[in-house]
């Protein structure tokens, strides 16, 4: 496949980060919550077996936070998500489906709470800011809400631990998962949460006081030489293997909660008031019309620019590819896919089309690892 | 500088074009709206002359529609932007900024009105239509919000109106500017407006049937050989010269439309019911306090892909540039920049450092040409 290049302006702009990544080998960028998001260091491939074995800093910037404060605040962001919030603790990270009042996805951020009236949406790749712009108003909420300056950057890798201990210490290390915590650096605190977008452990670093993280930044790479850290970017054989779902990839709004095996976010039987309640109620009770589910295809190449067909022997569609990539573990295509009632079982068979040849597929439960 | 290729996935989608402009010849892209917008089919600058004398297909899909519709739908819409639609006809298009209560702009599309009750906002790079359904939900409105599957290509450039008479007949070319009207094309009807993103005249195609729209794309390649047709895209060299606004780039939720000159859009003296109005009617009592200009800059190359800093001779910030691109015209680099006060006067000069060395420039006003 041919490359075409990004075209930079303000409006798609650059991190902190980005003059390091650039020096340091990025080749390829995408777009994230209008931010220069990079998406490959040479090899996707040598940066999978990397990330497996050692330790990676990644710029992850594009991952804005939309922060809500205010009397009304806890109101607004549990309206906005069908996972009860109701015993949420300060110091927590909450994976939480956002929907709108027909349950179409609409994000599906890590919220964190910083304070009984204060709350970050780690968004994914969409405005959330602007619907809880329009609820707030449309509702007369007594709510602030803003997108903070705040960089990410990302410590993943199993070597991440022994990394980060030895800029932080050991209480770093025992933390636990989706918990964070304040740490200094330089005269900086900074919020470092235990999570990260791959299945291989880390850490995030939401940089407030950009010099100060510019030099943890570097520090990391200074330190983690004894582990072979390098710079990456979530790596999108990682992230499928893992089945860590894409906003905007794998699900998008006309897809509700249970059609992406997201039920253990939605908490019906809860008191609290969210958008979509009656709806899911509904739609728990008639069932749903379609499901993601995993993929394993016979080919040994695929790029997914938009959705692609699975056709069954009868030539009839049965579901749409929504992401893909080539595994080395598998040594196929393996990729996440919504298969249409009632073809969305294990071992359904399809075919697929792939640069003008068609390729054999079999439908398979997620996660592949 | 050196080029960074773009890595796609549904997430960052393909346009139904999107094959035909790679055969064509498009070297560089851009994100709008979650889709891929092509930046530049090789030289900006060839590319500039000759949309500037002859015509361009342009594939601009990634303007997106959000279709309002439904017994509110004018409330809504007219809640949503401080321009009094309450005159506006079926069958016209109209710029219209869009702000929160904040009088912060959210976008600034073209606002279709295609009946009574049923408009389509045809937007900038932003998730508008999750706005509106935040506002929808808060405000209990009885309206329908939704992505309808419209593929806009524009055909733009002063032989525009030669080349769609061809096809079209002589009706097309006296729709007046900003009108548009629907023109039958191998069995489908397609809506056409006299409008798109260049001062150099034309036409935008609001495909709903593709493979149509698809048989009228290459209908206008074979046709336009006579004018010189050429595949292109928003030129950054032209839209800077015309004083083309570009939300995200220019100006963002930080700025007001009066900051950004927008004034004849903001009309307080209507009754009509819309978002920060009182916030407005407050800015234009006490005035305000920083405003979007043209800047001319001794230089022969620039890059702007995030805000860079405007100085003056007491080494004091007075503001940032927030496009800029070499024009051939000029012989200079021109920019947009936002002025803070009191230096946002015609002639204040400044300094500004490009690649690490230090260049002279001088504000003015806009448009350039």
């Given at each position: 496949m041919k490359n075409y290049s990004i075209a930079r302006s303000r409006r798609l702009?650059?991190?902190?980060?980005?003059?390091?990544?650039?020096?340091?080998?990025?080749?390829?960028?995408?777009?994230?919550?209008?931010?220069?998001?990079?998406?490959?260091f040479g090899s996707l491939e040598d940066s999978y077996h990397h990330l497996k074995k050692n330790v990676q800093v990644w710029d992850v910037a594009g991952e804005r936070q939309v922060e809500v404060s205010g009397k009304d605040s806890t109101k607004l962001v549990q309206l906005m998500t069908c996972r009860d919030l109701s015993k949420s603790k300060i110091g927590r990270c909450y994976y939480c489906p956002i929907?709108?009042?027909?349950?179409?996805l609409i994000n599906d951020p890590v919220i964190l709470k910083l304070a009984d009236?204060?709350?970050?949406?780690?968004?994914?790749?969409?405005?959330?800011?602007?619907?809880?712009?329009?609820?707030a108003i449309g509702k007369k909420f007594d709510v602030k809400i803003f997108e903070p300056n705040v960089d990410i950057f990302a410590v993943q890798g199993p070597k991440s631990f022994k990394l980060m201990e030895k800029i932080f210490g050991k209480k770093i290390t025992e933390m636990k998962f989706f918990g964070f915590d304040y740490f200094e650096f330089s005269g900086s605190k900074h919020l470092i949460a235990r999570?990260?977008?791959?299945?291989?452990?880390?850490?995030?670093?939401?940089?407030?006081?950009?010099k100060s993280g510019l030099d943890l930044y570097d520090k990391l790479f200074e330190v983690g030489k004894e582990f072979d850290?390098?710079?990456g970017c979530p790596n999108l054989i990682e992230r499928i293997e893992s089945a860590l779902l894409s906003y905007g990839n794998d699900m998008d709004n006309d897809d509700n909660p249970f059609e992406c095996g997201l039920d253990k976010y939605v908490n019906l039987d809860s008191e609290v008031n969210f958008l979509g309640k009656e709806k899911l109620k509904e739609i728990k009770k008639t069932g749903i019309s379609k499901k993601l589910m995993g993929v394993v295809i016979d080919a040994k190449e695929i790029n997914v620019s938009k959705s692609m067909e699975l056709i069954n022997e009868k030539n009839l569609k049965i579901g749409e590819l929504r992401s893909a990539v080539y595994s080395p573990h598998f040594k196929k295509v393996i990729g996440i896919a919504m298969?249409?009632?009632?073809?969305y079982e294990v071992s359904q068979g399809f075919k697929i089309s792939i640069n003008?040849?068609?390729?054999?597929?079999?439908?398979?439960?997620?996660p592949f690892i």
């Open positions: 702009r650059s991190t902190p980060y980005t003059s390091r990544i650039e020096k340091q080998g990025v080749t390829a960028y995408t777009s994230y919550n209008h931010m220069l998001l990079p998406a490959a929907i709108d009042d027909k349950a179409g009236d204060r709350w970050w949406i780690s968004i994914a790749d969409s405005d959330v800011i602007l619907f809880a712009k329009g609820l999570s990260g977008w791959s299945k291989q452990g880390g850490y995030e670093i939401y940089v407030e006081n950009t850290v390098k710079p298969l249409d009632k009632p073809y003008y040849s068609t390729f054999e597929g079999k439908v398979c439960d997620l």
